[in-house]
């Protein structure tokens, strides 16, 4: 290998290191949440929709073969 191929090889690798670890320190940051202190909540009066009795778990349903 000539000492040209070599730096070039070389300086490829470096820039390949480079452009990951960045991406990867810019990704990282990016997905961080901010810390809220408090959180209010509003608490539900009813169960939004119909509450239906349990069937017996045993029992075939119509879409199971």
């Given at each position: 290998m000539t000492r040209?191929?070599?730096i070039r090889k070389l300086t490829e690798t470096c820039s390949f290191?480079?452009?990951g670890a960045s991406a990867?320190?810019?990704g990282a940051s990016a997905q961080k949440a901010k810390l809220c202190k408090f959180v209010r909540a509003v608490p539900?009066?009813?169960y939004p929709g119909p509450v239906k009795p349990l069937h017996d778990i045993f029992e075939q349903g119509k879409w199971s073969d």
């Open positions: 040209r191929k070599f290191i480079v452009a990867f320190t810019q539900m009066r009813q």
